[in-house]
C-alpha cells in the first residue's frame, strides 16, 4: 500500500523529467533568454451587416492588409509579428472563421506555422462580437479578433481561463472609433498578454522562494492571505496564485469535489500575513505541512528553468494529487463505519500522506451531517493530533 501511495506521489511531483513540457517548453527558457511573444488585432465584418462610415474608411485605408471571404471581411488593425508573418496568420484565422471555429467571446487554441524563428507556435484566437443593432437582430456581427502568440498550443491551454479574462478586459477599449485609443491603451494592453496571463504564478514563486509551501497550505486550507507593505500588482499574483492553487469550485463528480466546496474548518485560523518589506517576505501564522514542503523543490527547479508552463503543470498535479487523497480517505471513512480494521488503514494512509490535517479539514466539512462519520473523524483527529505531539517531543529530544 505504501509503496503504490509513494510512487503515485513521486509521479506527480516528476513531473518535469516526463512530461513534454521538457522537450516543447524548456527548448529557449533560461535566466538569460525571454520566450518571444506576439500578438495580433484584426477588424472583422460580416458582409451582411451595414458596414459603418468609419470602418469603411478603415478598409480603404487598408485595402492591402484586409482578406476578403464571401460572407465577412477581416482587415489588420495592429500586430507584433513579422511582416511576413501576419498575413500568413491572417490567412489562418480566415480560415477558421470560414469553418465556424471561432465562435464570439470562445477562445481557440491551436498550433501555426509562421515566418517566425519558432516556426510552429501555440495561438490563441478570440472573436470579441460587437452588439447588434436592433434594426438588424439577423445581420452578420462585427468585432475584433485577438490573437496572442508564444509558447506552445499546450503550454498556453494550462491558461486559456486567464487568457479568456485578459481579452474579455480589452472589450470597453475596443468601442472608440477607429481606435482613436490603439497608441495609447489598446496596443499596451496588448502587449502585455504574456506578463499579466502567464508570468503570475513564475512571480509569486520568485518572490516567496521556499516558503511557497505555506502558500500551498493556505490554498488548500482556505486561509486567508494577507499581503503588507507590497504593491498592487504583487498583492493580484499572490491572489491568483491562491485561486489556482485551491480545491473550490472545481466542477467534477461529486465524490470528488463536494467536500472541497463546502469545506471550511470549524477551528478559528490566524490569516498568513506576508510583510513585503525585506526579500524574501516576512511571514507570520505560517502553517504548512510535509505534503506541502514535498513540492517545494519541484516548484522551485521550474522557477530556475524560467518555465511558466511547467509551474502551471507542477500547480495542476499538486491539486489532483490532494483530490486523490480526499478521494482516498473518504472511501476509508465510509468502509471504517463497518470495520476496524479499516480505521486503522486510515490512520496509515493520514500517517503516510503527509496531508492529514487539511484532509480531516474537508473530511468533517462534508460529513458534518452523519454522526458515525463524525465520529470516526474525530477519532482520526486525535490520532493526527497525538501523532504531532510525539514528532514534536522527538525533535526536542534530538536538539536537546
Same mark, same amino acid.
Given at each position: 500500500?505504501?509503496?503504490?501511495?509513494?510512487?503515485? @506521489?513521486?509521479?506527480?511531483?516528476?513531473?518535469?523529467?516526463?512530461?513534454? @513540457?521538457?522537450?516543447?517548453?524548456?527548448?529557449?527558457?533560461?535566466?538569460?533568454?525571454? !520566450?518571444?511573444?506576439?500578438?495580433?488585432?484584426?477588424?472583422?465584418?460580416?458582409?451582411?451587416?451595414?458596414?459603418?462610415?468609419?470602418?469603411?474608411?478603415?478598409?480603404?485605408?487598408?485595402?492591402? %492588409?484586409?482578406?476578403?471571404?464571401?460572407?465577412? %471581411?477581416?482587415?489588420?488593425?495592429?500586430?507584433?509579428?513579422?511582416? $511576413?508573418?501576419?498575413?500568413?496568420?491572417?490567412?489562418?484565422?480566415?480560415?477558421?472563421?470560414?469553418?465556424?471555429?471561432?465562435?464570439?467571446?470562445?477562445?481557440?487554441?491551436?498550433?501555426?506555422?509562421?515566418?517566425?524563428?519558432?516556426?510552429?507556435?501555440?495561438?490563441? *484566437?478570440?472573436?470579441?462580437? =460587437?452588439?447588434?443593432?436592433?434594426?438588424?437582430?439577423?445581420?452578420?456581427?462585427?468585432?475584433?479578433?485577438? #490573437? @496572442? /502568440?508564444?509558447? %506552445?498550443?499546450?503550454?498556453?491551454?494550462?491558461?486559456?481561463? $486567464?487568457?479568456?479574462?485578459?481579452?474579455?478586459?480589452?472589450?470597453?477599449? !475596443?468601442?472608440?472609433?477607429?481606435?482613436?485609443?490603439?497608441?495609447?491603451?489598446?496596443?499596451?494592453?496588448?502587449?502585455?498578454?504574456?506578463? $499579466?496571463?502567464? /508570468?503570475?504564478?513564475?512571480?509569486?514563486?520568485?518572490?516567496?522562494?521556499?516558503?511557497?509551501?505555506?502558500?500551498?497550505?493556505?490554498?488548500?486550507?482556505?486561509?486567508?492571505?494577507?499581503?503588507?507593505?507590497?504593491?498592487?500588482?504583487?498583492?493580484?499574483?499572490?491572489?491568483?496564485?491562491?485561486?489556482?492553487?485551491?480545491?473550490?469550485?472545481?466542477?467534477?463528480?461529486?465524490?470528488?469535489?463536494?467536500?472541497?466546496?463546502? +469545506?471550511? %474548518? $470549524?477551528?478559528?485560523?490566524?490569516?498568513?500575513?506576508?510583510?513585503?518589506?525585506?526579500?524574501?517576505?516576512? !511571514?507570520?501564522?505560517?502553517?504548512?505541512?510535509?505534503?506541502?514542503?514535498?513540492?517545494?523543490?519541484?516548484?522551485?527547479?521550474? +522557477?530556475?528553468? *524560467?518555465?511558466? @508552463?511547467?509551474?502551471? =503543470?507542477?500547480?495542476?498535479?499538486?491539486?489532483?494529487?490532494?483530490?486523490?487523497?480526499?478521494?482516498?480517505?473518504?472511501?476509508?471513512?465510509?468502509?471504517?463505519? /463497518?470495520?476496524?480494521? +479499516? !480505521?486503522?488503514?486510515? #490512520?496509515?494512509?493520514?500517517?503516510? #500522506?503527509?496531508?492529514?490535517?487539511?484532509?480531516?479539514?474537508?473530511?468533517?466539512?462534508?460529513?458534518?451531517?452523519?454522526?458515525?462519520?463524525?465520529?470516526?473523524?474525530?477519532?482520526?483527529?486525535?490520532?493526527?493530533?497525538? =501523532?504531532?505531539?510525539?514528532?514534536?517531543?522527538?525533535? +526536542?529530544?534530538?536538539?536537546?
Amino acid at each position: 500500500m505504501f509503496t503504490s501511495q509513494t510512487s503515485s @506521489f513521486q509521479d506527480s511531483i516528476d513531473v518535469e523529467e516526463r512530461d513534454d @513540457f521538457d522537450s516543447e517548453e524548456i527548448a529557449g527558457y533560461s535566466q538569460k533568454t525571454q !520566450l518571444n511573444c506576439y500578438y495580433t488585432i484584426y477588424l472583422y465584418q460580416g458582409t451582411r451587416s451595414e458596414a459603418s462610415g468609419e470602418n469603411v474608411a478603415w478598409n480603404q485605408r487598408r485595402a492591402d %492588409s484586409t482578406t476578403s471571404q464571401d460572407d465577412f %471581411s477581416l482587415t489588420l488593425v495592429d500586430s507584433s509579428l513579422p511582416s $511576413e508573418a501576419e498575413p500568413e496568420l491572417r490567412t489562418y484565422i480566415s480560415r477558421r472563421l470560414s469553418k465556424g471555429a471561432l465562435l464570439g467571446g470562445m477562445g481557440n487554441i491551436a498550433t501555426v506555422e509562421l515566418s517566425i524563428p519558432e516556426q510552429a507556435v501555440g495561438c490563441y *484566437c478570440c472573436l470579441l462580437e =460587437q452588439e447588434r443593432s436592433p434594426e438588424q437582430p439577423d445581420a452578420d456581427g462585427n468585432g475584433y479578433v485577438i #490573437c @496572442f /502568440m508564444g509558447g %506552445s498550443e499546450k503550454g498556453l491551454n494550462l491558461f486559456r481561463l $486567464e487568457l479568456d479574462k485578459y481579452v474579455q478586459g480589452l472589450h470597453s477599449s !475596443l468601442q472608440t472609433p477607429e481606435l482613436q485609443n490603439l497608441e495609447t491603451e489598446v496596443r499596451p494592453y496588448l502587449s502585455r498578454w504574456y506578463e $499579466e496571463s502567464v /508570468m503570475h504564478i513564475y512571480r509569486v514563486v520568485q518572490l516567496v522562494q521556499s516558503n511557497i509551501s505555506f502558500l500551498l497550505h493556505a490554498a488548500l486550507s482556505h486561509t486567508h492571505v494577507e499581503l503588507n507593505n507590497s504593491d498592487e500588482r504583487t498583492k493580484a499574483d499572490v491572489s491568483r496564485f491562491i485561486k489556482a492553487a485551491s480545491l473550490l469550485g472545481l466542477s467534477q463528480q461529486d465524490t470528488t469535489t463536494a467536500s472541497l466546496c463546502k +469545506a471550511i %474548518s $470549524e477551528d478559528t485560523q490566524s490569516d498568513l500575513i506576508l510583510d513585503c518589506s525585506s526579500s524574501p517576505p516576512t !511571514l507570520s501564522n505560517a502553517v504548512s505541512n510535509r505534503f506541502c514542503d514535498d513540492w517545494i523543490q519541484a516548484f522551485l527547479n521550474a +522557477a530556475e528553468r *524560467c518555465n511558466p @508552463f511547467l509551474l502551471r =503543470q507542477i500547480l495542476e498535479n499538486f491539486k489532483l494529487k490532494a483530490i486523490q487523497d480526499m478521494n482516498s480517505l473518504k472511501r476509508f471513512v465510509r468502509q471504517a463505519e /463497518m470495520s476496524h480494521y +479499516a !480505521l486503522f488503514r486510515c #490512520c496509515l494512509f493520514l500517517q503516510g #500522506c503527509g496531508n492529514g490535517d487539511v484532509l480531516l479539514q474537508n473530511a468533517r466539512a462534508e460529513h458534518s451531517d452523519l454522526p458515525e462519520a463524525c465520529s470516526i473523524i474525530s477519532v482520526l483527529e486525535e490520532f493526527i493530533k497525538e =501523532q504531532s505531539q510525539a514528532q514534536a517531543q522527538a525533535q +526536542a529530544q534530538a536538539q536537546a
